[in-house]
């Protein structure tokens, strides 16, 4: 599997290209499309999926999902095994995409590297703390892919956990 960052936007959101063999899944087309297109190159697009829905991370989505003809948060390809896992908290839709195979997550703005997202734009303190807590059951070597900044360990944030609430 490989993984490229597209850092897109004012915001510099981290939008996500992740191949297998000639097919490849969108992560958080936030913004740029034409960068995007760049980045996929001549990859079969089989799959867009989308953390959450603030702007920053869904403002090229519409063009994404008419050049490629995908639909948000399915993948027409066997080539990606992944569990979704809600994690309200940033948002109520807020969502992680967890690739067991492959040791990863893609979780937006929910863990971010030494962070968390912000709960004041849609979400809940309430919703963030368990979510928080049902992530602490994930193995700690899961890699970390978040919504802006650079990737980090699970089980190095997981020690920050307490600091936030």
Aim: hydrophobic fraction near 35%; proline fraction near 3%; charged fraction near 30%.
């Amino acid at each position: 599997m490989d993984i490229k960052t597209v850092v897109v936007g004012s915001l510099e959101t981290n939008c996500y290209i992740v191949s297998v063999d000639n097919e490849c899944i969108i992560i958080d087309p936030g913004d740029e499309f034409k960068k995007i297109k760049e980045a996929i190159g001549d990859k079969k697009v089989v799959g867009c999926l989308v953390t959450h829905f603030h702007q920053d991370h869904i403002e090229a989505l519409e063009e994404v999902l008419s050049e490629y003809e995908v639909s948000i948060n399915k993948v027409s390809s066997t080539k990606f095994e992944f569990e979704i896992i809600e994690t309200p908290g940033h948002t109520n839709e807020s969502r992680t995409f967890y690739f067991k195979k492959n040791n990863i997550m893609f979780t937006g703005d929910f863990i971010l590297k030494y962070s968390i997202g912000r709960t004041d734009l849609g979400g809940s303190e309430k919703d963030m703390k368990e979510s928080l807590e049902m992530i602490k059951s994930y193995p700690d070597e899961i890699i970390v892919y978040p919504g802006h900044g650079p990737r980090t360990i699970l089980g190095e944030e997981k020690k920050r956990f307490s600091l936030y609430y």
